[in-house]
């Protein structure tokens, strides 16, 4: 399969605990995006990468909040000393840049759970 | 700011026609449609540019007006399929931050 993948899809975790994951892109795509998406609203801007670069991010982002891309393939999104508001999928989403298509490519999403 | 999507909700019956609005305070690059269902990651459905052009894939059309800084998607004789949430997603000039529009839930009925 040769889609956007996310690791893991499901993580449980105590307040105040860090949590790591994972998104591998469709491999020729350079632009990487991370979202934040909570039951019956859209996607929310979290950061996106242009190749290693991280281009932008948003101001709702905490400090507790950090993302890379080391190599401009893959990437972490991190978030320090998780809270219950946290809690919510993580989607990631690849795209190529160029031109005027942008079509982004979802990953299946880590749900996070903060107890 | 997030763009406003109307309905929020609509329910149809197979091979009703439905409309779907989004419109942003913002300046407007381009639109971009999905479609997600329950559980399940988004799926790009098209891509509008500014100009004002039009287009379709399937019974699936959309309108872009961007004096308007609004878009239109237009879903013709819905199917069962068309069920799920549609969100715009736009991008302004300048930029390759998306912001994703309210939602609009379609069921469609047998």
């Known amino acids: 399969d040769t889609g956007v993948s996310q690791d893991p899809r499901h993580k449980i975790t105590k307040r105040g605990q860090n949590v790591t994951f994972r998104c591998d892109p469709i491999?020729?795509?350079?632009?990487l995006y991370w979202y934040r998406q909570t039951l019956g609203q859209g996607p929310e801007f979290l950061t996106y990468?242009?190749?290693?670069?991280?281009?932008?991010k948003s101001r709702l982002l905490s400090d507790r909040f950090s993302a890379e891309r080391p190599k401009g393939s893959f990437s972490t999104l991190e978030i320090q000393r998780t809270e219950q508001g946290d809690s919510a999928m993580y989607l990631c989403?690849?795209?190529?840049?160029?031109?005027?298509?942008?079509?982004?490519?979802f990953g299946p999403g880590t749900r996070l759970t903060v107890l | 700011q997030q763009p406003v999507q109307s309905p929020q909700a609509v329910i149809l019956r197979e091979g009703e026609d439905a409309v779907i609005n989004c419109s942003s305070s913002k300046a407007l690059y381009s639109v971009h449609w999905y479609r997600q269902k329950h559980g399940e990651a988004p799926i790009f459905l098209m891509i509008?540019?500014?100009?004002?052009e039009q287009k379709g894939h399937d019974k699936i059309s959309a309108s872009f007006n961007e004096k308007k800084q609004q878009s239109s998607l237009y879903l013709t004789a819905s199917q069962l399929s068309y069920s799920g949430t549609y969100f715009c997603?736009?991008?302004?000039?300048?930029?390759?931050?998306?912001?994703f529009g309210t939602g609009t839930r379609l069921k469609v009925l047998a």
């Open positions: 509008l540019l500014k100009g004002g």
């Open positions: 491999s020729e795509h350079n632009r």
């Open positions: 989403a690849s795209s190529l840049a160029g031109g005027f298509h942008n079509e982004q490519f």
């Open positions: 990468f242009q190749n290693e670069a991280q281009l932008e």
């Open positions: 997603g736009t991008e302004g000039s300048g930029t390759y931050k998306y912001i």
